[in-house]
C-alpha cells in the first residue's frame, strides 16, 4: 500500500488490478475501465491491463481499439492461449476469418488439449464453408470434454444446414442430456424438428421449456410459430431484446456471410424516391440495430435518429457516429409518442419482420410523417414451401425461425387504410438463409 499526499491510502498497481477484475466481472465496467485506464495513463504497460482493457472495450462495440489493445498485450505476452483465442473471438465477430484462423491455431498450439479452442475453430470453419473440418473440430471438442453442450449444439446446427436432420437431432439431445435447461439447444431442436414435419414433437420441446421456464419469452414466442399457441400480433419486447442482445456482437459479421441486402435495398430506394442526397431532411430509421442503414442516409439528412428495443444493438450503432440521437424504445409506442409531422422519412429494414399485425405501426408512421413524407421498409413474403395455405385472413403468419412474414395485397391494404399510398412495391431477395433466398418486399409508400 501507498499513501496519497495528505493521508489517504491508494491501493498498488496489483491491488487496483484485482479490484478492476473484479468489478469487470460484475458489469461494473465504468469503474473497471477507469482503473484499467488510469494504470496505463501512470506508465504500467502491463499485459493484463492492456488485454483486459481491450475484452471490456469489445464488450462495449469498439472493435478495433479492443483489437490494438489485446494485439499489444500479446506483443508483451504472446505465451497466454486464452489471449490468443479472445483475439480470434473478436476477429470472428468483425468477419476477419483469416486472421481469426490463425489466432485459434496459436491458442491450440499452446493448449491442443483444450476443447473450448476447437470448439470455436468450429465455428470459423463453418464460417469458412469448410464443413467437414468444422464437424471433426467439433467432435474433438466433445470428445476432451463429453459434457460439452455448446459443441454439440454446434455441430447438430451444423448437420441442420447440412441437411443430416436425424444426425442433428442426435447431436441436440446430446447436448439437452448434459445440460437439460441449455436455451439454445432447445430453440434449435424445435426448430430442427418443425424443419422435419415434426410439428408435435417441436411443440412438446417448446412447452416442456416454458413448463422449466414459465416466463421464457423465446419459449413461448417459438411455441406460438409451432401451432401450440395463440400466435401474438408483434414479437414481445422481451423476446426481441433477448434475441438481438444475445448477437449484437457478432451481428454485422454473419450478416455480410449472408449476403444481406436490406441496408442497401432500402438506400437505393431512398434515392429512387428523393434524388439526390441535399442534407436537408429529418430522417427516423426505425430499428436502426447496429446502424448498417445510418451511413447510408446520413448524406440525406439534417436531422438523423436511430430507435431500437436492443441496447445491444444501439451499443454497436453508436461508434458510427452518424446518427444525431439513439433512442431505446419499442417503435410503436415511440412513433406514438413522436411530435406529429416531424419527420420526412422514415426508414425500416428489417424490423417490420417481427411485426404481424402491421396496421398500428402504419398509423403512428403516417402520424409522424410529413404531408408528401415517404415510410421505406421491408418485409419477408409469405414462403409457399412452408405455408402452402397462404398467410390466411390476418394477412402474416409466424415462421418457426421466429419472424413474420406477409401477404402483399394485405400490406398494401393495410397501408391505404392508414392513409399512406405505396408508390413502389417490389419483390427482392433479401439475403440467404440454410443455403436459400429469402424472398420479401421493398415498399415505398407516401403520405397524402
Same mark, same amino acid.
Given at each position: 500500500?501507498?499513501?496519497?499526499?495528505?493521508?489517504?491510502?491508494?491501493?498498488?498497481?496489483?491491488?487496483?488490478?484485482?479490484?478492476?477484475?473484479?468489478?469487470?466481472?460484475?458489469? !461494473?465496467?465504468?469503474?473497471?475501465?477507469?482503473?484499467?485506464?488510469?494504470?496505463?495513463?501512470?506508465?504500467?504497460?502491463?499485459?493484463?491491463?492492456?488485454?483486459?482493457?481491450?475484452?471490456?472495450? %469489445?464488450?462495449?462495440?469498439?472493435?478495433?481499439?479492443?483489437?490494438?489493445?489485446?494485439?499489444?498485450?500479446?506483443?508483451?505476452?504472446?505465451? +497466454?492461449?486464452?489471449?490468443?483465442?479472445?483475439?480470434?473471438?473478436?476477429?470472428?465477430?468483425?468477419?476477419?476469418?483469416?486472421?481469426?484462423?490463425?489466432?485459434?491455431?496459436?491458442?491450440?498450439?499452446? !493448449?491442443?488439449?483444450?476443447?473450448?479452442?476447437?470448439?470455436?475453430?468450429?465455428?470459423?470453419?463453418?464460417?469458412?464453408?469448410?464443413?467437414?473440418?468444422?464437424?471433426?473440430?467439433?467432435?474433438?471438442? +466433445?470428445?476432451?470434454?463429453?459434457?460439452?453442450?455448446?459443441?454439440?449444439?454446434?455441430?447438430?446446427?451444423?448437420?441442420?444446414?447440412?441437411?443430416?436432420?436425424?444426425?442433428?437431432?442426435?447431436?441436440?439431445?446430446?447436448?439437452?442430456?448434459?445440460?437439460?435447461?441449455?436455451?439454445?439447444?432447445?430453440?434449435?431442436?424445435?426448430?430442427?424438428?418443425?424443419?422435419?414435419?415434426?410439428?408435435?414433437?417441436?411443440?412438446?420441446?417448446?412447452?416442456?421449456?416454458?413448463?422449466?421456464?414459465?416466463?421464457?419469452?423465446?419459449?413461448?414466442? %417459438?411455441?406460438?410459430?409451432?401451432?401450440?399457441?395463440? +400466435?401474438?400480433?408483434?414479437?414481445?419486447?422481451?423476446?426481441?431484446?433477448?434475441?438481438?442482445?444475445?448477437?449484437?456482437?457478432?451481428?454485422?459479421?454473419?450478416?455480410?456471410?449472408?449476403?444481406?441486402?436490406?441496408?442497401?435495398?432500402?438506400?437505393?430506394?431512398?434515392?429512387?424516391?428523393?434524388?439526390?442526397?441535399?442534407?436537408?431532411?429529418?430522417?427516423?430509421?426505425?430499428?436502426?440495430?447496429?446502424?448498417?442503414?445510418?451511413?447510408?442516409?446520413?448524406?440525406?439528412?439534417?436531422?438523423?435518429?436511430?430507435?431500437?428495443?436492443?441496447?445491444?444493438?444501439?451499443?454497436?450503432?453508436?461508434?458510427?457516429? +452518424?446518427?444525431?440521437?439513439?433512442?431505446?424504445?419499442?417503435?410503436?409506442?415511440?412513433?406514438?409518442?413522436?411530435?406529429?409531422?416531424?419527420?420526412?422519412?422514415?426508414?425500416?429494414?428489417?424490423?417490420?419482420?417481427?411485426?404481424?399485425?402491421?396496421?398500428?405501426?402504419?398509423?403512428?408512421?403516417?402520424?409522424?410523417?410529413?404531408?408528401?413524407?415517404?415510410?421505406?421498409?421491408?418485409?419477408?413474403?409469405?414462403?409457399?414451401?412452408? %405455408?402452402?395455405?397462404?398467410?390466411?385472413?390476418?394477412?402474416?403468419?409466424?415462421?418457426?425461425?421466429?419472424?413474420?412474414?406477409?401477404?402483399?395485397?394485405?400490406?398494401?391494404?393495410?397501408?391505404?387504410?392508414?392513409?399512406?399510398?405505396?408508390?413502389?412495391?417490389?419483390?427482392?431477395?433479401?439475403?440467404?438463409?440454410?443455403?436459400?433466398?429469402?424472398?420479401?418486399?421493398?415498399?415505398?409508400?407516401?403520405?397524402?
Amino acid at each position: 500500500m501507498t499513501r496519497r499526499p495528505g493521508g489517504g491510502v491508494e491501493a498498488d498497481p496489483a491491488q487496483a488490478m484485482g479490484i478492476a477484475l473484479a468489478w469487470h466481472r460484475e458489469g !461494473r465496467l465504468d469503474a473497471a475501465e477507469a482503473i484499467y485506464r488510469n494504470l496505463l495513463d501512470h506508465g504500467l504497460r502491463d499485459a493484463n491491463v492492456l488485454h483486459f482493457l481491450g475484452v471490456l472495450t %469489445h464488450q462495449r462495440g469498439r472493435a478495433r481499439e479492443a483489437l490494438a489493445l489485446m494485439r499489444d498485450s500479446l506483443a508483451l505476452d504472446p505465451t +497466454v492461449a486464452d489471449w490468443h483465442s479472445n483475439i480470434g473471438n473478436v476477429l470472428l465477430e468483425t468477419g476477419q476469418l483469416d486472421a481469426a484462423a490463425a489466432a485459434y491455431r496459436q491458442a491450440l498450439a499452446l !493448449r491442443p488439449d483444450h476443447p473450448a479452442f476447437h470448439n470455436n475453430l468450429g465455428v470459423l470453419l463453418r464460417e469458412q464453408n469448410r464443413p467437414e473440418d468444422a464437424e471433426r473440430a467439433y467432435l474433438r471438442a +466433445v470428445e476432451l470434454a463429453p459434457d460439452y453442450s455448446d459443441a454439440y449444439s454446434n455441430c447438430a446446427s451444423l448437420y441442420q444446414a447440412l441437411g443430416r436432420g436425424e444426425d442433428s437431432l442426435r447431436m441436440f439431445w446430446q447436448a439437452l442430456l448434459h445440460s437439460p435447461r441449455h436455451s439454445r439447444s432447445r430453440r434449435l431442436l424445435g426448430l430442427a424438428l418443425f424443419n422435419l414435419g415434426r410439428l408435435e414433437e417441436a411443440a412438446a420441446v417448446y412447452r416442456q421449456w416454458l413448463e422449466d421456464e414459465p416466463g421464457n419469452v423465446q419459449a413461448r414466442h %417459438h411455441l406460438a410459430a409451432c401451432g401450440g399457441a395463440e +400466435v401474438p400480433e408483434r414479437a414481445a419486447d422481451g423476446y426481441v431484446e433477448e434475441v438481438f442482445d444475445g448477437f449484437a456482437n457478432s451481428f454485422d459479421a454473419k450478416l455480410a456471410l449472408l449476403h444481406y441486402r436490406a441496408p442497401e435495398l432500402v438506400a437505393g430506394q431512398v434515392a429512387a424516391c428523393l434524388g439526390e442526397p441535399r442534407a436537408a431532411l429529418d430522417i427516423l430509421d426505425a430499428g436502426c440495430g447496429t446502424g448498417l442503414c445510418g451511413p447510408l442516409l446520413a448524406p440525406y439528412a439534417r436531422d438523423l435518429e436511430g430507435v431500437d428495443l436492443s441496447a445491444g444493438m444501439l451499443a454497436k450503432a453508436e461508434p458510427r457516429q +452518424v446518427y444525431h440521437r439513439l433512442v431505446k424504445a419499442e417503435l410503436t409506442a415511440f412513433l406514438q409518442e413522436s411530435e406529429p409531422a416531424s419527420r420526412d422519412l422514415i426508414v425500416s429494414a428489417d424490423t417490420l419482420c417481427y411485426f404481424g399485425r402491421l396496421a398500428p405501426v402504419f398509423a403512428a408512421a403516417q402520424a409522424t410523417l410529413r404531408p408528401g413524407g415517404w415510410l421505406i421498409f421491408t418485409l419477408e413474403a409469405v414462403d409457399r414451401a412452408l %405455408h402452402a395455405q397462404g398467410a390466411g385472413p390476418e394477412g402474416f403468419v409466424l415462421n418457426p425461425h421466429g419472424r413474420y412474414s406477409h401477404d402483399g395485397a394485405a400490406v398494401r391494404r393495410d397501408l391505404e387504410g392508414a392513409g399512406l399510398e405505396p408508390v413502389t412495391f417490389d419483390s427482392v431477395h433479401l439475403r440467404e438463409e440454410n443455403a436459400r433466398p429469402v424472398l420479401g418486399w421493398l415498399v415505398a409508400a407516401r403520405r397524402h
